[in-house]
């Protein structure tokens, strides 16, 4: 593949491990794109179960290219499609995305009206999601409202001069896509987080995997902010004095039954904040979907996001400090 970028506005990359299903279903939402003008890389991260087939399937479709290599992690593996990708921005997407026919327009209308800008979308639900899906769907949508300009690598547009002067993503996944904007912010890059460039992506399938993300990015946002210090707010330490705030609650419930002269009283006063806060997630969440069973379902989910999170977020920072140790000794990367 020539690395010239002549005439070619928009390159797609995408890594892929063990995800030739999703890679297909990803790469028919490419197919019905109204406007054709991308090419897409996909970069196969050392799979044990190949997209090969379904690189052979829509190579005649689509201006498409597969790489392999080593597994190395998605970093790694978008960090090599741009150094071989022709467009003059690229599109960072993940293979469980599903494309609106007219996203690769609207990217191009606000490259047009804004050259230079890095561009990001939200996550959307699918017309057919489920309770569960919606609830999850609700409390991350809370947590980007919290930090609207942490850029997320499954929806992401950056210009590739920008891109390569800041040397692609480090190794840190997940967290990588956070990493990138704090220093393209730093060398004064504008950052637009657009709800109409929206693209329909699954939460997380139970709570099992949704606690294991939320645990992975406490530890990585413990990881940036020795990378960049000052940058982690206090919404990224509350998950941490939540967690150990409940382990006293816990150790205060365990010590009333085994008779260790608390009171019953003191507890209940003790949890008071707990239950504000949980009842404060409740009636947003209603206000919101006006479904009391997806609001039972976003409190559950609230709890386990601040479990995890605060779990990983200090069992990082003492890694850090006590052992000294890198990121990258600490840190897996994401299948």
């Given at each position: 593949?020539?690395?010239?970028?002549?005439?070619?506005?928009?390159?797609?990359?995408?890594?892929?491990?063990?995800?030739?299903?999703?890679?297909?279903?990803?790469?028919?939402?490419?197919?019905?794109?109204?406007?054709?003008?991308f090419?897409?890389?996909?970069?196969?991260?050392?799979?044990?179960?190949?997209?090969?087939?379904?690189?052979?399937?829509?190579?005649?479709?689509?201006?498409?290219?597969?790489?392999?290599?080593?597994?190395?992690?998605?970093?790694p593996?978008?960090?090599?499609?741009?150094?071989?990708?022709?467009?003059?921005?690229?599109?960072?997407?993940?293979?469980?995305?599903?494309?609106?026919?007219?996203?690769?327009?609207?990217?191009?209308?606000?490259?047009?009206?804004?050259?230079?800008?890095?561009?990001?979308?939200?996550?959307?639900?699918?017309?057919?999601?489920?309770?569960?899906?919606?609830?999850?769907?609700?409390?991350?949508?809370?947590?980007?409202?919290?930090?609207?300009?942490?850029?997320?690598?499954?929806?992401?547009?950056?210009?590739?001069?920008?891109?390569?002067g800041?040397?692609?993503?480090?190794?840190?996944?997940?967290?990588?896509?956070i990493?990138?904007?704090?220093?393209a912010?730093?060398?004064?890059?504008e950052?637009?987080?657009?709800p109409?460039?929206?693209?329909?992506?699954?939460?997380?399938?139970?709570?099992?995997?949704?606690?294991?993300?939320?645990?992975?990015?406490?530890?990585?946002?413990?990881?940036?902010?020795?990378?960049?210090?000052?940058?982690?707010?206090?919404s990224?330490?509350?998950?941490?004095?939540?967690?150990?705030?409940?382990?006293?609650?816990?150790?205060l419930?365990?010590?009333?039954?085994?008779?260790?002269?608390?009171?019953?009283a003191?507890?209940?006063?003790?949890?008071?904040?707990?239950?504000?806060?949980?009842?404060?997630?409740?009636?947003?969440?209603?206000?919101?979907?006006?479904?009391?069973?997806?609001?039972?379902?976003?409190?559950?989910?609230?709890?386990?996001?601040?479990?995890?999170y605060?779990?990983?977020?200090?069992?990082?920072?003492?890694?850090?400090?006590?052992?000294?140790?890198?990121?990258?000794?600490?840190?897996?990367?994401?299948?």
């Open positions: 593949m020539e690395n010239s970028r002549e005439n070619l506005r928009l390159s797609l990359i995408i890594p892929v491990r063990n995800r030739p299903r999703e890679v297909s279903f990803l790469l028919e939402s490419l197919v019905a794109q109204s406007h054709k003008d090419e897409v890389l996909l970069i196969e991260d050392g799979s044990r179960e190949t997209s090969e087939a379904v690189y052979s399937k829509y190579r005649s479709q689509l201006k498409l290219a597969y790489l392999v290599q080593r597994h190395s992690g998605p970093g593996a978008r960090n090599l499609g741009a150094s071989l990708a022709r467009g003059t921005h690229f599109l960072f997407l993940e293979t469980d995305c599903r494309l609106p026919a007219d996203l690769i327009a609207r990217y191009l209308h606000w490259m047009t009206e804004n050259p230079g800008f890095i561009f990001a979308g939200p996550p959307a639900l699918g017309k057919n999601s489920r309770a569960f899906a919606k609830a999850l769907h609700w409390v991350e949508t809370q947590s980007r409202h919290r930090n609207p300009l942490e850029l997320e690598t499954f929806n992401l547009c950056i210009p590739a001069p920008d891109f390569h800041l040397g692609g993503f480090r190794f840190l996944s997940p967290g990588e896509g990493d990138l904007g704090i220093r912010r730093a060398r004064g890059a950052i637009r987080v657009l109409e460039l929206a693209i329909e992506r699954p939460p997380a399938r139970n709570l099992i995997t949704f606690f294991t993300q939320s645990f992975q990015f406490g530890r990585a946002r413990a990881v940036l902010q020795h990378w960049h210090p000052g940058s982690t707010k206090l990224h330490r509350v998950p941490a004095a939540v967690l150990l705030y409940s382990a006293f609650l816990l150790f419930f365990i010590s009333i039954l085994l008779g260790g002269g608390f009171s019953v003191l507890l209940c006063l003790l949890a008071l904040p707990a239950g504000i806060l949980l009842g404060r997630v409740a009636m947003q969440c209603f206000e919101a979907t006006q479904d009391a069973h997806v609001t039972r379902l976003a409190v559950l989910a609230t709890s386990v996001q601040l479990s995890g605060g779990l990983g977020y200090l069992t990082e920072s003492l890694l850090w400090g006590v052992r000294k140790i890198k990121a990258e000794e600490t840190l897996p990367q994401r299948d």
